[in-house]
């Protein structure tokens, strides 16, 4: 699908979609514990339809109502469900069922889409096969596909923290361990999806200890998981396209459903908003977000918050003076290049921006539109539709269909704000 967007003022108010990263832990845990859990509001489309499919072949029963989701668990019996798993676009649901999927000594593959094969999960593979696991790599890259079987007996092992996701898996999987398990962690990126998953082990009373330098994690084994009854908030990676089109297209705009109470790391978003001279308040629950004064430029470091990379880099365009985008590494490695697939998407449409190895560097410019692509990444379509609100004439986006990986709605929420879109089979 193709997206023709025209520059456009945009007013009013907008609900920010369901947690992708809650949805997808309360979809595992629910799987994993004794009993029906009760999951309001969660992310059924994209990634979560992809964990809700994992939680279905690891034996999960799910029944779909008008009003929520209820699952009913497997709890110890890790050997229910299915051989095969299929994960489409998810990386956070292969990783984060990957753990779970060990615990049983039953033989599970797993498998996705192009993107996601050229994704990195050998890291998580050798540290659970320090932990009783053994798998099989079917894929010539050594990632995915692969074939995992436990059962996970604990004991010691450390992982690499270029993903927050590899430490999360881990940490969601051990307590259901026959012993306890001590996990290193070298250089943890993405810190604050690491405490997301703490905060759910505290919430259902997991014991564990983690260090002050957040490198070292010790969690009981042969514990278990109650079942939950939830409502998933609202998503702040994904609220970041409308608090991010505020400022660039000089509109004021009201986001509904962020609740800066919960754990969720990008809401540091609007902080550097601030930092760049929009405004952010607050009325009556919703966030309002405004242009401000002129936006400056500025250091933005984003290791904790990666997602949130192709939406600076748009903004970085429009901000006066320099924007240097630096500590993200790991946005590398996502969907996409995401450092890479901004900087030449944005020069299309006239950016001066340049890559460098952990981030971008970016002046102010006077973008026009373009037919750009979209590299079937969720992010990168969603921020160009930003840009394109913001540029001078017609822009093309190519492979918009992505944006339903974690924003079913985006052009429909974005239209009704007054987005100039349109779509159009490729």
């Known amino acids: 699908m193709k997206w023709k967007i025209s520059p456009s003022r945009l ?72 051989e095969h798993i299929y994960t489409g676009n998810s990386g956070t649901a292969t990783r984060l069922f990957t753990a779970a999927a060990a615990l049983g000594s039953r033989v599970r593959t797993f498998d996705g889409d192009a993107s ?50 590899f430490l999360s898996s881990l940490l969601l999987a051990a307590p259901l361990a026959q012993t306890d398990s001590t996990i290193e962690v070298a250089d943890l990126h993405e810190k604050p999806y690491a405490a997301l998953t703490l905060w759910w082990l505290e919430k259902l009373g997991i014991r564990y200890v983690a260090n002050d330098a957040f490198d ?21 990676s994904s609220a970041t396209f409308a608090a991010i089109a505020a400022p660039a297209t000089g509109s004021p ?43 400056s430029g500025c250091e933005i470091d984003l290791n904790n918050m990666p997602d949130a990379l192709p939406s600076f880099a748009v903004l970085g365009c429009i901000a006066q003076g320099t924007t240097h985008i630096v500590n993200v590494a790991q946005a590398r490695i996502k969907e996409t290049d995401r450092i890479a697939v901004m900087c ?29 692509n979209g590299h079937h990444d969720h992010r990168v379509v969603m921020a160009l539709a930003v840009a394109a609100l913001a540029a001078k004439g017609e822009t093309t986006i190519t492979t918009a269909e992505a944006a339903e990986v974690t924003y079913p709605g985006f052009a429909e929420d974005f239209r009704r704000l007054g987005a100039d879109i349109t779509e159009r089979e490729e």
């Open 116 to 165: 996601l094969r050229s994704r990195p999960m050998q890291p998580l593979l050798e540290a659970l096969q320090r932990l009783g696991a053994s798998y099989t790599a079917n894929g010539s890259s050594g990632d995915l596909p692969f074939s995992i079987h436990g059962p996970l007996t604990g004991g010691h092992t450390r992982v690499s923290g270029i993903t927050s996701q």
């Open 11 to 82: 007013s009013g108010e907008i609900l920010i979609p369901p947690s992708k990263s809650h949805t997808i832990r309360a979809l595992l845990i629910a799987t994993l514990a004794d009993g029906t859990s009760t999951i309001r509001n969660a992310l059924l489309k994209g990634d979560g339809e992809s964990a809700l499919n994992a939680a279905r072949c690891l034996g999960a029963r799910v029944e779909t109502g008008a009003e929520a989701l209820c699952i009913t668990g497997i709890g110890d019996n890790f050997e229910k469900g299915q």
């Open 216 to 236: 070292t994690f010790i969690v009981t084994g042969s514990q278990s998981y109650r079942p939950i009854d939830l409502t998933i908030p609202g998503d702040f």
């Open 344 to 372: 030449t998407e944005l020069r299309k449409m006239g950016a001066d921006i340049a890559q460098e190895q952990d981030g971008l560097l970016i002046k102010h410019s006077n973008l026009h539109g373009a037919e750009v």
């Open 253 to 295: 705009l009201r986001l509904q459903g962020l609740d800066f109470n919960d754990p969720q790391g990008d809401k540091q978003v609007f902080s550097e908003l601030e930092k760049m001279g929009a405004q952010v308040g607050r009325d009556s629950g919703a966030i309002v977000v405004g242009p401000g004064s002129a936006l």
